[in-house]
């Protein structure tokens, strides 16, 4: 008798733990390895944006597919084409195969400007939004998700669940950091466990943080050390009273005690104290620069005025400061700029466009040139974008006007990603009734003839999204 009670008992376990598998369906990450699998220990290019380049191939970001709201298992990996990140063989003059294929199933997107991917040796990270509902069936968007996917599109992990889609932060190739704003927190989680508890922040790098300035590194090469590029930025205000000055750290990806360092503090300067606001940074031959206003107080007044944009280039990674060898850009406080290089300058990027130098030249005007987007400065021009989202050009020595890239009238989503230039070419999403990846050729355009570049869709397209393309086509031509 007690022999059959247990046995019974073992079968209602049994069936209880069906339906509520049954009822609970969780997201599976179980995926068969692609056939062809890219050379992990190949230097990566373009790393932190829509497209990476690693070895043979080009993987991006396949279009814009919005935060899925209607059902959580629209964005449980396998599902999703569009915003997925897809690779394609790229070819040694920049031209792409026909082997599109989906290596990360999950819609990549987060609703900060930090919205692109990095690729580590076998591992692509990026973030994407949560695919869990809560009781009531309502898909919880605000929670965001930090992952990994290895090349072969096999081991997915979850690295952190995050309560926040806005969240500063930046892959490297042994943590990732990330800037908990609510509570002043900058956090270090390393990434070269094999397994992850997605409840825990990490290694608390510093506390009581103001702001937060990642340096971009978009180039990674397995086979050499650390780079400057991989350091991290940030401000601590004074805790004295009356003092509003600021002093600006640096430190490794992992916090380590011995590269945490003031670079620029209260007591930098001989004629008074000011504090720091970094506008951009660059790196150039290993070498970091920074771009900064300084803002002065005096007494005990909180309403501080600013001196100038200033730049600093640190000649090696011992990061000494000297205030005698900082360069004033302006005695203007120049809010929004782009840098092209240390030596080259940067680019005032809100009203009326100039380029200020660090050698102490003249400062470049263009008229009443202005710019809705800055994309970059090649070849002698800048390439940029109007408030439509249409791509323009001017060139740099004033020669002619600005000229449309194009006049078919295709527009860059802004909302999302922006744009991305790499070898050649402008990859962006295109803001149209589908939002695929698209790309357009820089050769292409011809500053002094106006010759069209042609924008061509690079991308996976869904069935359904096929099917409206095509009725829209035999609509079109109804309509002639």
Known sequence: MMRKKIVLSVIAIALLVCVLCAACACESYK????????????????N?????????????????????????????FGNVTKGAIVRVTYNEDGTLGDDYTVVVPKSV??????????????????????????????????TLQFMRTKIDGTGTQVILNWDDTSV????????????DSAN????????????????????????????????????YDPKAGASVADCVLYTKNSKDSYEYTN?????????????????????????????????ASSVSGGKLAIYYTKTSYVGTSSSGTVKGTYAYEFQDNSFAFTAANEVCL???????????????????????????????SAVDTFGTLSFGTLLCVKD??????????????????????????????????????GAEYFDGYFYFIQDDDYDYMSRIKLSEIDVYSGKDATVTRVAIVTAADKAKMEEAEKKAESEK
């Open 48 to 76: 932190g944006g829509l497209v990476v380049k690693q070895g043979g191939y080009l993987y991006f970001v396949n279009g814009f597919s919005d935060y899925l709201t209607e059902k959580g298992k629209q964005n449980w």
């Open 184 to 219: 002043s927190k900058l956090y270090s989680k390393d990434l070269t466990v094999k397994k992850f508890k997605k409840k825990k922040p990490g290694d608390l790098i510093d506390e009581d943080v103001a702001s937060v300035h990642f340096v971009k590194n978009e180039t």
């Open 330 to 360: 302006s005695t203007d406080d120049l809010s929004k700029i782009f840098p092209i290089s240390y030596a080259e300058g940067v680019v005032k990027t809100d009203g009326n466009v100039q380029i200020y130098h660090t050698d102490g």
């Open 380 to 417: 002698g021009n800048f390439y940029y974008l109007n408030s439509d989202g249409i791509l323009l050009y001017y060139p740099l020595d004033n020669a002619a006007n600005a000229h449309y890239a194009y006049t078919t009238g295709e527009k860059f989503m802004t909302s999302f990603t």
């Open 168 to 179: 500063k932060y930046k892959y490297t190739a042994n943590a990732l950091v990330f800037f």
């Open 109 to 142: 997107m987060a609703s900060s400007e930090n919205v692109g991917f990095s690729i580590f040796g076998e591992w692509i990270y990026y973030v994407s939004p949560a695919a869990e509902e809560d009781r009531a069936g309502k898909v919880q968007t605000d």
């Open 247 to 279: 002093t600006l750290y640096i430190s490794d990806a992992r916090g380590s005690k011995d590269s945490k360092k003031a670079l620029i503090g209260p007591d930098s300067f001989a004629d008074g104290k000011y504090s720091i606001n970094v506008l």
């Open 31 to 46: 995926a068969k390895a692609l056939s062809k699998v890219g050379d992990k220990t190949a230097t990566v290019e373009s």
